[in-house]
């Protein structure tokens, strides 16, 4: 099985919405690929409520994309993440790359970044239409290697 990791801050929004649709597409398409997601500087999600992002449980529900009844809380990334995975996908070069550069900097510049920002800057509806968009291009990629 091929494992796929998506990177966001907190482990709570993006990553978790990312998680949750690929593995639901990657499954209805018999692909041998799962995803999983983590955190870089959790600490930054201090408002965060419960395991998951309302705002990524309605856009997950309104696409008919069940969590897991036993939706786990945010997790901070380890280097045994990126050393496992076969692909790491940070959702955000701008906010993403500084962080990698200073907790991870051995693997900054060899993991892929999409430019999904936060609800500072971009709606949560407009950031996970962004993130189902590269997911569906992903997916298609995988599908056709």
Known sequence: MNKILFLCTGNYYRSRFAEN???????????NWQADSRGLAL????????????????ALAVRLVNPPD??????AAIELD????????????????????????????????????DTDK????V???QIEQHILQLIEQLAQS
Do not use: C
């Not at 649709?21 to 692909?31: E, H, P, S, V, Y």
């Open 21 to 31: 649709l690929f593995n639901w597409l990657a499954t209805k398409q018999g692909l």
């Open 43 to 58: 600490e930054r999600g201090v408002n965060n409520v419960g395991a998951i992002s309302k705002y990524a449980a309605e």
């Open 70 to 75: 036993d939706e786990r809380f945010p997790l």
């Open 82 to 117: 990126f050393q496992s995975a076969t692909r790491v996908i940070a959702l955000d070069e701008l906010e993403h790359r500084p962080l990698m550069n200073e907790r991870f900097p051995q693997w900054a510049g060899v993991i892929d970044y999409w430019l999904v920002h």
């Open 122 to 125: 971009t709606s949560a509806t």
């Open 127 to 129: 950031a996970l239409e």
